[in-house]
């Protein structure tokens, strides 16, 4: 054979058909051949190149669902099985008493009706709550947390709420139809609306002027539209008699030892001080007014009106000092009559407004009132949710009370901000950032610290607005609790207790509960006597039971700061408290839900589990110049006194003792007053 540079190939007459275009074959072989070339120059790519490629689609495709709007993430989750449903049907509603008083039958006020009262006015004993037949039908599947926006459980909306908004079903969807038409000055950073941000600045300049004008003149042009002194007859019996004793225990403890400063330290017999606004005299005005202490009452108001000062250069946190002093003095103001407390409110909420002054409208954490400016928390750039989220109650009354409009403006722009955010099935993380008015990414869901009152005010803030329908408020509020239901419910293996979660990184569930959290049975309660569903009535009974369980399963019968619950039968017990949180601070969530479920209901039950509380502060917290916080509430013989009394105790704990034992179930009526969230009641304003 002779050499050649060429290979002389054999094909079958198949191949060379399939070559040729020739056979039945074409298109298929011709595709084969397509992609067997694709693939040879993708195995032909150096690795390096092939790793860059797929790591550019995979960032593509990332991308792309981050981007992906938050509504249609939301639906998408809400798709899966057993996922709660956030509807409103329109055909059959529960009429809210408020909007349609005529269409329900007559009774007493803050009267719940017959049957749900019944279901209500079975609270537990001292060993174990009655749960019984409810609680067991839970448990067998019988009677489950109903649709918490189901068609029988709903306030009302209106007609304009629903034009717009229907499908195929008369359904309306509360999670992506909740947006309402805004005031769009409301909506806008405080930059961007300048007569607004003039108002603003010439109120920070001028704190002792309201509308232009000293506070005094302004206040007396409005005399005959200023609050009257309200009326109290003191304590009727002795439960009542032995709370204003501790009161005036206390009282004498600090006006001994730490008059005019924030906090006694009791067991040392020093003060302690915070802010410098002598937070336990301003903390305390109404509680003492409510109890007719008439005395102690006059005291303390001379030394507002002397000594309170607001002009030192101090940085406070603008969260605290609203819900003390801005909310006592407002209190006390709508309680006595006394202008005052208002004169006094005017100018401090004038040197609180600086906080307002973010990129975002979403306050800053930290304010100086003496001069006038403010900025994030020193520890982080963000604040806490519920601490921008727990200031309008005051300052819409202090709007109202003087009728200037800016105190209130500034709040309904953080309430337009918070509600237009991305939220967990309702659900809000616990810190937000004051510059860039977002959320912290990843951060904790909890009704605990940080998180608690946010939904607290979202119904409170309602109630004193008038019940409006299709409120913005109540609908994130209904929102919320709904995903409380579905993300953050669970009860415990073996004896079924009812308790609230949190979600670590915003979805790690943790079965730990904050005693804070304990405020929520009595927030459900009132909610429901408004026109909200049997769902959170249910949750409500259950969360009752299960906070009374973290008092009465102690030594010292007293609840621990922080308790743990089983997840399952290998945790020993169903709920236990870890050696570090077994602290007591004096704190009054749990009397202000036993309140609430006593002024609602009128079973008496409930001032005898506060009762047994009563007496074990006065065993283990009371010393020789007051009432101590507690290290260990786990042993009754080293309780470990902390030294400190904070103002909370008489202006919160004690006060809703006092009214819990009342015999009298309206002395502060819940239909014309709403209590803040340091327990200062403030008026509620009709439509």
Not at 48 to 62: D, E, S, W
Not at 210 to 230: C, F, N, R, T, V
Not at 542 to 568: G, H, R, V, W
Not at 612 to 641: C, D, P, W
Request: net charge negative; aromatic share 8%; charged share 20%.
């Amino acid at each position: 054979m002779t050499k050649s540079d060429h290979v002389a190939l054999t094909l079958s007459s198949a191949s060379i058909a399939g070559i040729t275009g020739g056979g039945s074959g074409v298109g298929s072989d011709e595709g084969n051949l397509s992609r067997k070339s694709l693939r040879r120059s993708w195995n032909q790519l150096p690795r390096c190149q092939r790793n860059l490629i797929i790591m550019g689609i995979t960032a593509f495709c990332v991308t792309l669902l981050l981007f992906l709007p938050g509504d249609q993430l939301i639906n998408m989750k809400d798709l899966k099985p057993g996922a709660a449903r956030f509807h409103m049907r329109r055909e059959s509603t529960l009429q809210n008493p408020h909007h349609h008083p005529n269409l329900l039958p007559e009774k007493s006020d803050n009267e719940l009706p017959a049957e749900i009262s019944a279901a209500v006015a079975s609270p537990m004993t001292e060993d174990r709550l009655i749960k019984q037949e409810l609680l067991t039908d839970k448990v067998a599947g019988n009677v489950a947390y109903s649709d918490g926006n189901s068609a029988e459980n709903v306030v009302r909306l209106p007609e304009t709420a629903v034009a717009g908004n229907e499908n195929i079903n008369g359904l309306i969807d509360i999670v992506n139809n909740v947006e309402q038409p805004i005031d769009r000055e409301s909506a806008l950073p405080i930059d961007e609306t300048s007569d607004m941000r003039a108002e603003l600045e010439e109120a920070i300049q001028h704190p002792h002027h309201l509308a232009g004008e000293s506070i005094d003149l302004h206040l007396k042009k409005m005399q005959s539209q200023l609050a009257k002194p309200q009326h109290f007859h003191g304590a009727t019996n002795e439960r009542q008699s032995a709370v204003v004793a501790a009161f005036k225990h206390s009282w004498a403890g600090y006006k001994k030892y730490a008059w005019g400063h924030d906090n006694l330290k009791p067991v040392s017999q020093t003060s302690h001080e915070w802010f410098g606004l002598g937070l336990s005299i301003v903390d305390s005005l109404d509680t003492m007014y409510i109890m007719g202490l008439e005395d102690e009452f006059n005291e303390a108001r001379d030394w507002v009106k002397d000594s309170l000062r607001f002009h030192t250069s101090r940085d406070v946190n603008l969260f605290e000092v609203t819900i003390r002093v801005l909310g006592g003095l407002l209190s006390a103001y709508h309680l006595s009559g006394d202008q005052m407390f208002l004169a006094k409110a005017s100018e401090l909420g004038n040197r609180l407004l600086p906080s307002f002054l973010s990129p975002s409208g979403i306050p800053y954490s930290d304010v100086n009132l003496g001069e006038r400016s403010a900025h994030s928390p020193k520890w982080s750039p963000d604040s806490s949710t519920s601490e921008v989220t727990t200031i309008q109650l005051e300052f819409r009354d202090l709007s109202r009370s003087t009728n200037v409009p800016i105190y209130e403006r500034v709040v309904n722009i953080v309430n337009e901000k918070i509600h237009a955010l991305d939220k967990n099935h309702g659900l809000v993380p616990i810190f937000i950032n004051a510059n860039t008015g977002t959320f912290r990414n990843y951060a904790t869901i909890s009704l605990g610290a940080r998180g608690d009152s946010y939904y607290e005010y979202l119904l409170k803030q309602w109630i004193q607005t008038g019940c409006k329908d299709n409120d913005n408020l109540i609908l994130d509020y209904m929102q919320a609790i709904d995903g409380v239901l579905t993300q953050l419910m669970r009860r415990t293996p073996r004896e079924n207790w009812v308790y609230i979660g949190e979600l670590i990184n915003g979805h790690d569930f943790k079965p730990k509960m904050d005693h804070l959290t304990c405020y929520l049975p009595g927030t459900l309660l009132l909610g429901h006597q408004n026109g909200m569903p049997d769902s959170h009535l249910l949750l409500a009974r259950d969360m009752m039971d299960t906070c009374y369980q973290t008092y009465i399963k102690q030594p010292t019968q007293l609840a621990a700061e922080i308790s743990y619950f089983a997840l399952n039968d290998k945790d020993e017990h169903d709920i236990y408290v870890k050696p570090n949180d077994a602290h007591n601070l004096l704190r009054p969530e749990f009397i202000e839900s036993l309140y609430y479920f006593y002024a609602l209901t009128g079973n008496r039950t409930y001032q005898d589990m506060g009762w047994t509380i009563f007496q074990a502060f006065e065993k283990h917290s009371k010393v020789a110049a007051g009432y101590t916080s507690l290290g260990n509430v786990k042993n009754t013989l080293n309780t470990r006194m902390r030294d400190l009394m904070e103002s909370f105790w008489m202006s919160e704990t004690l006060k809703y003792f006092y009214l819990l034992f009342s015999d009298n179930r309206k002395e502060i009526d819940l239909e014309k007053w709403v209590f803040n969230s340091e327990g200062h009641p403030l008026p509620v304003y009709q439509q």
